[in-house]
């Protein structure tokens, strides 16, 4: 038993990063005002998704954050010293980003664009003009959606990633453009290219409105 726990302690040696932030030099580190001033930044972002995250969301990103602690921090912090940042400076990058990571999850939950329970699979209706679109979740880490807009037997398909910062959904195919603007969970606009209104014989611009008859 004695030889198991010794292999088993070989075996995280080796598995650690080389270039790891131990304990001691994360205090050193905390003397920098740059780098404390992010610790405080990420430790304010846990505190808040702790209080605007259903208990069993936060519980899966409390999981995560100790993930990005344990080794994530560490990886994104090489990728900006082989950047040449000096390594206080790599880690004070990786911690804001971290920050403003969980601060941008935490916005997309306030504003209901993406509940914080569940998935999204909604509908949206322009009653004028008869046409709707649909909206999927596929990546809830990444905020990347599937939108597929639909109206007389005609259908476009595209793919985007929501922009937290002024609520927006950028979809790209080829040369078709669109781009959704949510002003609530219920109400979105869309304004397309040149290029969409020529694929799709149904005007897709204008603003939808959720719906609830499922």
Same mark, same amino acid.
């Given at each position: 038993? &004695?030889?198991?726990?010794?292999?088993? /302690?070989?075996?995280?040696?080796?598995?650690?990063p080389?270039f790891?932030? %131990?304990?001691?030099?994360?205090?050193?580190?905390?003397?920098?005002?740059?780098? %404390? *001033?992010?610790?405080?930044?990420?430790?304010?972002?846990?505190?808040?998704?702790k209080?605007?995250?259903?208990?069993?969301?936060? *519980? $899966?990103?409390?999981r995560?954050?100790?993930?990005?602690? *344990?080794?994530?921090?560490?990886?994104?912090?090489?990728?900006?010293?082989?950047?040449?940042? %000096? &390594?206080v400076?790599?880690?004070?990058?990786?911690?804001?980003?971290?920050? &403003?990571? =969980? +601060?941008?999850?935490?916005?997309?939950?306030?504003?209901?664009? =993406?509940?914080?329970?569940?998935? =999204?699979?909604?509908?949206?209706?322009?009653?004028?003009?008869? %046409?709707?679109?649909h909206?999927?979740?596929?990546?809830?880490?990444?905020?990347?959606?599937?939108?597929?807009?639909?109206?007389?037997?005609?259908?476009?398909?595209?793919?985007?990633?929501?922009?937290?910062?002024?609520?927006?959904?950028?979809?790209?195919?080829?040369?078709?453009? /669109?781009?959704?603007?949510?002003?609530?969970?219920?109400?979105?606009?869309?304004?397309?290219? $040149?290029?969409?209104?020529?694929?799709?014989?149904?005007?897709?611009?204008?603003?939808?409105? +959720?719906?609830? $008859?499922?």
């Amino acid at each position: 038993m &004695r030889r198991l726990f010794m292999v088993i /302690a070989v075996l995280l040696v080796i598995s650690a990063p080389a270039f790891a932030l %131990s304990d001691s030099e994360y205090r050193k580190m905390m003397k920098d005002p740059e780098f %404390s *001033a992010a610790d405080r930044e990420l430790t304010s972002a846990y505190n808040e998704a702790k209080r605007i995250m259903s208990e069993s969301e936060f *519980a $899966g990103f409390r999981r995560d954050q100790r993930e990005w602690i *344990a080794k994530q921090r560490d990886v994104r912090a090489k990728t900006f010293m082989e950047d040449g940042y %000096s &390594r206080v400076e790599a880690y004070t990058k990786a911690t804001l980003e971290r920050a &403003r990571g =969980i +601060r941008a999850r935490l916005h997309v939950i306030q504003t209901c664009v =993406i509940d914080d329970v569940g998935e =999204i699979d909604e509908a949206y209706y322009d009653n004028g003009k008869g %046409s709707y679109l649909h909206l999927s979740l596929v990546s809830r880490a990444q905020f990347w959606f599937e939108v597929s807009f639909a109206g007389q037997g005609d259908k476009v398909v595209m793919m985007g990633h929501f922009d937290p910062d002024d609520n927006t959904i950028a979809l790209e195919d080829g040369g078709l453009k /669109a781009v959704l603007t949510f002003s609530d969970k219920d109400t979105l606009s869309v304004k397309v290219n $040149g290029a969409f209104r020529r694929a799709f014989t149904v005007d897709a611009n204008g603003t939808y409105t +959720r719906h609830y $008859g499922k």
